[in-house]
């Protein structure tokens, strides 16, 4: 069993940044693989970014270039660094976790609001 828990949501201007972070109960090292999904209100959640356990990244299109996944091992955190950030980045951030058997797991979420 692992246990997520997300940080670093809030309050932020257009074209501002946030950073968040996704803090494990086990060591990150032996996962397949972490993620970032979101959920807008009224939306489904959507995948944001994952990385691989060799550090490999990926981006949904609508976030590519304006965030940056990074994990560190050390640590067992994973974070998301936001730039640009437009008010459609508002939803629930949720982090996620694989192992590679296939199990699942996800965070509470974090609230990421972003307006003028």
């Known amino acids: 069993q692992v246990q997520l828990v997300e940080s670093g949501g809030g309050l932020v201007q257009p074209g501002g940044s946030l950073r968040l972070s996704c803090a494990a109960s086990t060591s990150i090292f032996s996962l397949n693989a972490m993620g970032w999904y979101r959920q807008a209100p009224g939306k489904q959640r959507e995948y944001v970014a994952a990385?691989?356990?060799?550090?490999?990244?990926n981006y949904a299109d609508s976030v590519k270039g304006r965030f940056t996944i990074s994990r560190d091992n050390a640590k067992n955190t994973m974070s998301l660094q936001m730039n640009s950030l437009k008010p459609e980045d508002t939803a629930v951030y949720y982090c996620?976790?694989?192992?590679?058997?296939?199990?699942?797991?996800w965070g509470q979420g974090t609230q990421v609001t972003v307006s003028s």
């Open positions: 990385i691989s356990n060799i550090d490999s990244t």
């Open positions: 996620s976790a694989e192992e590679w058997d296939g199990t699942s797991y």
